[in-house]
Structure formats: C-alpha cells, structure tokens
C-alpha cells in the first residue's frame, strides 16, 4: 500500500495515502481539554470538534482532514502557531440547485435534478463524497452503489462537485458563507436541498472522555478513514442497528469484538425482528450482521483507564462485570443534523427533525430536505427521499411509484425508533463528576439548579465550547428534557477572514475533481 510521511508532534509517521489525520492520531497524539484532560477522535465526522489540531499552521479537524506528504501536525497548545489569513477568488459563483451533502440522498437527488439542466452545486465537507453511509477509505473502496451514482452523475456537465467544503453560515439572502482550510467565500443559488444526514446521540458516563472511547458510528467512520485496529478487544455498546454495522466493520479489519450491548431488551428486539419480513432487504442484512457477542438488557456504565480507556463495566439483568478492553465504542442512536436548515428559517417536527411535505419541500419556499435530516429511517428511505426532492426541486411531480416505495420505509423508520427507544437507565449513567460538556469540561454536579438548556450555558459555559453545543445540548435534551436553543451565527467556529469575506459577493473555493465525478 503507497503510503505519505507526516510529522504528528515533532514524529515522523508513514501512514497509508488516504487516511485522515484522525485516524493516524488514533489514541496517541491526544490533545489535552482547557482542564488538562486527555482527549482523542470521538464522532468520527466533524461533529465533536475534539480531534482539532494545527496542520502545517492552520486549525483543522483531524477527522475531515487527509493526511497528505510532508504534513507537519501539531496537538499541543504551547505550540499552535498562529492562523495564516484565508485566501479567496475574485469572481462570482452561483448555482440554480444546491444541493448540501453528498451522500446517498444528497447524490439520488442531483442525479435526479441533472437532467433539467440546471446548473447544479453537490457540496459536501468531507474530502470525498459518499457520505458516512459510503465513505471510502484506504482499505475500503468506495461501494458499487455510490460508484454507480458518480459514474451518473459524471456525464452531466451541468453538475459540479465541490468537495472538502464546510458551510460555517449565512452571507444573506439565498447564500452561504463557506470555508476551506486555506479559504473562504459565499455560495448563492435560487433553490436548494438539504441533505445534512444525521449525527449520532452521544450520552455521558463515566470515563466517556477517555481516548479510546469513540461512537459506535465514529468507530466505524475512523475505521474506514484507515484506523488500525488489527488485534484490538472491542466493546460497542449503545442502541439501534448500526452498533451490528460497527462490529461488523471492527471485524473485518482484525479487531476482537468482545460483545454488542444493546440497551433494549430481549423482547423488542425480537419483536423488530420479527417484523422485519416485510422488508427482505433489511431481514438479509440483519442475518448477515448478527454478532454471537449481541446481548440485548444490557448496556456500559462506565469506561477506565488513566490515559485511554482500558477496561469497561457492562450491566446486564441487575448484574455488572468488569471487561478489559483497548476501545469501546458506544452510540445511543442518531439524531437529524438541522442546524443549516433551522439557520435558514426551516421547521422542525416533534422529533427534532426538518419537516417536509410530500414533496419534500420545507416550510420555507424553495428548499428542499431529504434523508436522515427529516427523520432517521435508513439508507432506502434516503435515496428515495433524495430522488423524490431533486424531482420536485426541478418541477417534476411525485410519481406514485416513488410515493408508495417511501410509505413503506416511513413504516421501517417507525417500527426501528419504536423498538429501539431508549430506557429510563441510560439516562442515569452519569454521576456527579461526569463531564456533561466535554468542551468546557462542566461537570454533572455544576448544573445543580440549572433548569433550562439557557440557564446552564449563562452559569456553566455548557455548550459554549468548539461543538457549539451538538454533543452535550442533545444529551442535555435526552436527559432532562431541555430544549436547546436554535443554532445562532455562526453554525460553526469561522476564521476572522471568513467572517470579512461575508461582507464581500465573492464565492467560496471550489475544486473539481480530476475526472469530474468520479471517486
């Protein structure tokens, strides 16, 4: 396997081409938190903000971030070096369609829309498209479908790619203020689709700050990013079917699963399985993926270890047992990734999802939304979702093939956050020195008499760190109930030239591919 050297903290590492700075660091190369804790990659896709470093200079985020020859990555705060200012392009960029995301509804829904002509932008902030669903790696090839769908999309000049991209806000009506690491710009378009996908529900236990203790969905995201974990003993643990996903992924590149622990019990479990019939396609995966460590009733209450995680607790019909392990990885389910789309004055439904109507437009005229941003149903339910709004985006009509097809995955998702509904324990995981925000370190214990997700942030900085409150806001709501508030400018941390560039009608960088669609 070709592989780049890189420098992390003053040493030289080959690593193979195509492996992000996240999974070089793996749990070594930890950044230490404002309160002198150990820290390492937790999500896995630019959520957390825990894996930041300076790459040659520049703040980045590990996990977003290829590792490319002769890179020089500093964890260390003595020393950051100081932030270059952010170059930009001098003329205009507009598109007719954006479309934000591109995974798999984010590509069903500009292939859908390509033929209309329309001029069409496909952006997305990580260095390949594919999504998490389909990220490639450098042990994984990108899969067959999303390849299908680049090839497609490949002959349609009207398209554009624009990769590595991260939308930081709004730049006014109808435009987005956009960084790059060495840039910065404003994209504008007439009607857009938002495919922003899902992050996963993150819940505080004790000695989840732990390197080595990712999610369940972040492991398998570091893992195909080029994570070595050959040899390793594995713990996952949290709910929902991507925990079978992620062991399968921990497996086959040579990690020992020690065991599944899956939160809700025998009985819902069996229940969900037993409807699965009706969804062939599910049924097979669902055999193919079955672990012989899967135990439902049972979920962690506690990671140790001093500098990593080295042992976990696991509870299981009222008993504990202690495991010893090298990483655990533990998500409690996903949850709709909306802070774009509540920027752009999008409502949400009772789930916390972007709501949509049949055509999948959102209550603002104009914008569209589709896949696990309006509702956590499966990769099916999103490519139809995507196919569905780049349809509708163009002027098409909903074809009653489609409309029947996304009824059925409407029934899947329900059945799936029907049976997998988080129980009362897990909201009792943490104690009082637990970390709630990993951010600014605030303690279980500092949000005594905190009523409101507002009251907390005025008193304890909660949510006020580099996340902008994505991991400890949605804790916060499934613990206590608290609302957080809605995403403000800017959605995420932006460099002062970013900021400056909003006040100017310049575009963003855009970088096509060699091969314009290809992966």
């Known amino acids: 396997?070709?592989?780049?050297?890189?420098?992390?903290?003053?040493?030289?590492?080959?690593?193979?081409?195509?492996?992000?700075?996240?999974?070089?660091?793996?749990?070594?190369?930890?950044?230490?938190?404002?309160?002198?804790?150990?820290?390492?990659?937790?999500?896995?896709?630019?959520?957390?903000?825990?894996?930041?470093?300076?790459?040659?200079?520049?703040?980045?985020?590990?996990?977003?971030?290829?590792?490319?020859?002769?890179?020089?990555?500093?964890?260390?705060?003595?020393?950051?070096?100081?932030?270059?200012?952010?170059?930009?392009?001098?003329?205009?960029?507009?598109?007719?369609?954006?479309?934000?995301?591109?995974?798999?509804?984010?590509?069903?829904?500009?292939?859908?829309a390509a033929p209309s002509g329309m001029r069409i932008t496909l952006l997305d902030a990580n260095p390949a498209p594919g999504g998490q669903v389909w990220r490639g790696g450098p042990r994984h090839a990108t899969p067959d479908p999303a390849r299908r769908l680049l090839d497609a999309l490949a002959h349609f000049p009207n398209v554009t790619l624009v990769t590595g991209t991260q939308i930081v806000g709004l730049a006014g009506e109808r435009a987005l203020l956009t960084e790059t690491p060495t840039q910065s710009g404003v994209q504008r378009f007439d009607r857009a689709i938002l495919c922003t996908g899902a992050r996963e529900l993150l819940l505080p236990f004790p000695g989840w700050t732990l390197p080595g203790v990712t999610g369940a969905g972040g492991l398998q995201a570091l893992i195909k990013q080029g994570l070595q974990v050959r040899g390793e003993r594995i713990v996952i643990a949290g709910t929902g079917p991507l925990l079978l996903a992620a062991a399968a992924t921990a497996r086959r590149a040579g990690a020992t699963v020690l065991h599944v622990a899956e939160q809700a019990s025998w009985a819902s479990v069996a229940r969900f399985s037993t409807a699965l019939w009706r969804w062939p396609a599910k049924a097979w995966q669902a055999a193919t993926l079955l672990d012989p460590g899967f135990r439902p009733g049972s979920t962690v209450t506690a990671a140790h270890g001093r500098e990593r995680v080295q042992a976990v607790t696991l509870r299981s019909g009222g008993y504990e047992r202690r495991v010893d392990c090298e990483r655990l990885a533990c998500g409690f389910g996903l949850v709709p990734h909306t802070p774009l789309a509540q920027l752009l004055g999008c409502a949400l439904d009772a789930h916390g999802a972007i709501a949509v109507d049949a055509t999948q437009q959102t209550s603002v005229a104009g914008i569209y939304a589709a896949g696990e941003c309006t509702g956590i149903g499966g990769n099916e339910r999103a490519q139809l979702q995507g196919r569905i709004a780049g349809r509708c985006a163009t002027g098409a009509a909903v074809t009653p093939p489609l409309a029947r097809a996304l009824?059925?995955?409407?029934?899947?998702?329900?059945?799936?956050?029907?049976?997998?509904?988080?129980?009362?324990?897990?909201?009792?995981?943490?104690?009082?020195?637990?970390?709630?925000?990993?951010?600014?370190?605030?303690?279980?214990?500092?949000?005594?008499?905190?009523?409101?997700?507002?009251?907390?942030?005025?008193?304890?900085?909660?949510?006020?760190?580099?996340?902008?409150?994505?991991?400890?806001?949605?804790?916060?709501?499934?613990?206590?109930?608290?609302?957080?508030?809605?995403?403000?400018?800017?959605?995420?941390?932006?460099?002062?030239?970013?900021?400056?560039?909003?006040?100017h009608d310049h575009p963003p960088h855009h970088t096509r591919t060699a091969a314009p669609l290809s992966p």
């Open 407 to 503: 009824a059925r995955w409407n029934r899947f998702a329900a059945l799936a956050r029907e049976r997998f509904a988080l129980g009362e324990a897990v909201t009792r995981l943490a104690d009082a020195d637990t970390l709630i925000c990993r951010c600014e370190d605030v303690a279980l214990q500092e949000l005594a008499g905190c009523e409101t997700w507002v009251q907390a942030k005025l008193h304890t900085r909660c949510g006020m760190g580099s996340c902008q409150g994505r991991i400890c806001g949605q804790a916060a709501h499934t613990l206590w109930g608290w609302t957080p508030t809605a995403p403000r400018q800017l959605s995420d941390p932006a460099r002062i030239a970013t900021l400056a560039q909003g006040q």
């Open 1 to 112: 396997m070709h592989t780049v050297r890189i420098q992390i903290d003053g040493t030289p590492m080959d690593v193979p081409r195509g492996s992000t700075i996240a999974a070089a660091l793996g749990t070594g190369g930890a950044r230490r938190s404002v309160s002198g804790q150990p820290r390492a990659p937790l999500c896995g896709m630019g959520v957390c903000h825990e894996c930041r470093v300076q790459v040659d200079g520049v703040q980045q985020l590990a996990c977003m971030t290829p590792c490319g020859e002769g890179q020089v990555i500093d964890t260390r705060p003595a020393r950051l070096q100081a932030l270059p200012t952010a170059a930009t392009e001098a003329d205009g960029q507009h598109c007719d369609l954006l479309v934000v995301g591109a995974g798999p509804a984010g590509l069903q829904a500009a292939l859908a």
